[in-house]
């Protein structure tokens, strides 16, 4: 099956700074999602982004489909950035997702 | 437009006892799938339902099952529940099985001891 990887594993930000998290798949994928789980556990949509890039506010997203990659942008980090973000990808055509490891990002003030 | 909910938040349970989870899709969403995340782990998929029928299963023991009704909110039940069930249990909606976005519920942390 698929195999989703998701790097740096852990990152520590100060304030203010800018990162960037990657997220490999090992199959050509139709559907690529970013989540943020908070601390509380609610997992948040950020973006839907098969392909292309967005933006949304202080965070965007860029998928390159045909070399099995998508890399989140975070800019200007806020401490209510802190949390863990995952990429995920479709399982089947039917979008059952699968989830990679994620990124536990912790931004210190 | 009224988010997934899910109930209870929290649940304390002993080995070998059955629970049953319940969850509430978006409005307007007739797909829900469950997903069971393990401690430092990500998500993985149990079992999705589109119109009260089964459309696809993880990788996950019979003990696990699920239903949804006519108002296409959901139940999950675990039967003869083991220390490794222990994990927080999501539920998501989705507008159809095929549409990009599924929108996630604050989950059930369950226990079992």
């Known amino acids: 099956g698929i195999q989703v990887e998701q790097s740096p594993p852990d990152l520590i930000l100060q304030e203010g700074a800018n990162s960037t998290l990657r997220c490999n798949f090992s199959?050509?994928?139709?559907?690529l999602q970013w989540f943020h789980q908070n601390p509380w556990g609610q997992l948040i949509n950020l973006f839907y982004?098969?392909?292309g890039t967005k933006q949304n506010g202080r965070l965007s997203a860029t998928t390159v489909a045909t070399e099995r990659y998508s890399l989140l942008y975070i800019s200007s980090s806020q401490t209510t950035d802190s949390g863990v973000y995952f990429c995920?990808?479709?399982?089947?055509?039917?979008?059952?997702?699968?989830f990679g490891p994620g990124t536990s990002l912790s931004v210190i003030p | 437009e009224t988010g997934v909910t899910q109930s209870p938040t929290h649940l304390i349970k002993t080995r070998g006892q059955q629970v049953t989870l319940r969850c509430s899709s978006q409005?307007?969403?007739?797909?829900v799938s469950w997903y069971q995340q393990a401690l430092g782990q990500g998500p993985q998929f149990i079992f999705q339902?589109?119109?009260?029928?089964?459309?696809g299963r993880g990788n996950f023991p019979p003990r696990f099952s699920g239903l949804q009704f006519p108002n296409y909110s959901s139940e999950l039940n675990v039967n003869a529940l083991e220390l490794d069930d222990s994990a927080l249990y999501l539920c998501?909606?989705?507008?159809?099985?095929?549409?990009?976005?599924?929108?996630f519920g604050p989950g059930t942390r369950l226990t079992v001891l």
């Open positions: 339902y589109y119109r009260e029928e089964e459309n």
């Open positions: 982004i098969p392909s």
């Open positions: 995920a990808v479709p399982k089947t055509s039917y979008d059952k997702v699968i």
């Open positions: 998501a909606s989705n507008s159809e099985p095929s549409t990009d976005t599924q929108y």
């Open positions: 409005s307007g969403h007739n797909t």
């Open positions: 199959d050509s994928v139709n559907n």
